[in-house]
């Protein structure tokens, strides 16, 4: 394997950033959201446990911390280039379209828990569980297709 084939396999493109951003930050948001829920429990059921704060707080930090992660990388490498190709733009839609199917099946839940008229508090949950699982679905898709190729049907 020459030099130059090896460096060009270490550099991920500005997209492949993101989509590994965007993974952490989903998984840690929430990994830290379902541990301050389950913190305030103590004993309790989970119901009855304050969670929207909790919940809000953690997508608004996600957001926010994605974004500042992604400036400061950028910042880092300004060499990058900031041009999607039409690859980038290929693989950003598969990745979307995978992760989507987790937004639809947060909804119908959703709908079928509000009609069976299950607690707020599940409801709000399994939302926010099917939309990281969405994020974590869509950017794992991205990153093994950056590593491997577009999938030829």
């Not at 992660?69 to 995978?98: C, M, Q």
């Not at 299950?118 to 926010?128: K, Q, R, S, T």
Request: with cysteine; proline share 2%.
């Amino acid at each position: 394997m020459s030099k130059i084939l090896y460096i060009e396999e270490l550099i991920m493109t500005l997209e492949e950033r993101r989509a590994w951003i965007r993974l952490v930050v989903a998984v840690a948001a929430y990994g830290g959201y379902v541990v301050v829920v389950s913190g305030r429990a103590g004993g309790r059921s989970l119901a009855e446990v304050p969670y929207a704060a909790a919940l809000l707080w953690s997508v608004g930090a996600a957001i926010v911390a994605a974004i500042v992660v992604e400036v400061v990388i950028g910042a880092a490498s300004p060499k990058a280039s900031l041009v999607k190709d039409v690859r980038d733009r290929e693989i950003g839609r598969l990745g979307d379209h995978v992760g989507q199917s987790f937004v639809v099946i947060g909804a119908v839940s959703a709908m079928l828990m509000a009609l069976a008229e299950w607690d707020g508090f599940w409801i709000a949950n399994v939302i926010y569980l099917c939309f990281v699982l969405s994020a974590v679905l869509g950017n794992v898709t991205k990153v093994i297709v950056y590593r491997r190729s577009l999938p030829q049907w």
